[in-house]
């Protein structure tokens, strides 16, 4: 097993291959993408579920009260809003799930190569 592998085998090392949204190189990148594709069905269903359920049942959605608020605007001005932090939460947790699985590290090497005191920050620069 090298270092760029997990302990079934598969590689990790994600940085040095192609990406493509369609046909992932790595089980790394085809499982991020499943979790990636996954929340943004829910997404579009978070998002666009009540207007479209407005649209479709008007009556039904402006009769309904739920916490003294129409239904449609419930869902809409908090419901909505709501269901996308809980989004952020699950992929944060699955990111989370998937860097265990696949030994990614985030953290910051200590090892001597040559640029004393200086590290690359995660947008490309440098940062002392």
């Known amino acids: 097993m090298t270092d760029d592998e997990t302990p079934n085998g598969e590689t990790a090392d994600y940085l040095d291959s192609r990406i493509h949204m369609f046909k992932p190189a790595t089980p790394f990148m ?4 499943k979790v990636i594709w996954g929340l943004f069905a829910v997404w579009v269903l978070v998002t666009f579920g009540p207007v479209t359920a407005t649209w479709i049942a008007t009556d039904t959605m402006t009769s309904t009260q739920v916490f003294g608020f129409q239904l449609h605007y419930f869902l809409t001005a908090l419901g909505s809003p709501i269901g996308v932090f809980v ?3 699950a992929y944060a947790w699955q990111r989370d799930r998937l860097d265990a699985q696949y030994g990614v590290s985030h953290e910051v090497s200590t090892e001597a190569d040559g640029d004393a005191g200086q590290h690359v ?3 490309g620069g440098e940062r002392a």
């Open 121 to 123: 920050a995660a947008d």
């Open 87 to 89: 989004l952020c939460v």
């Open 30 to 33: 085809r499982d991020h993408l």
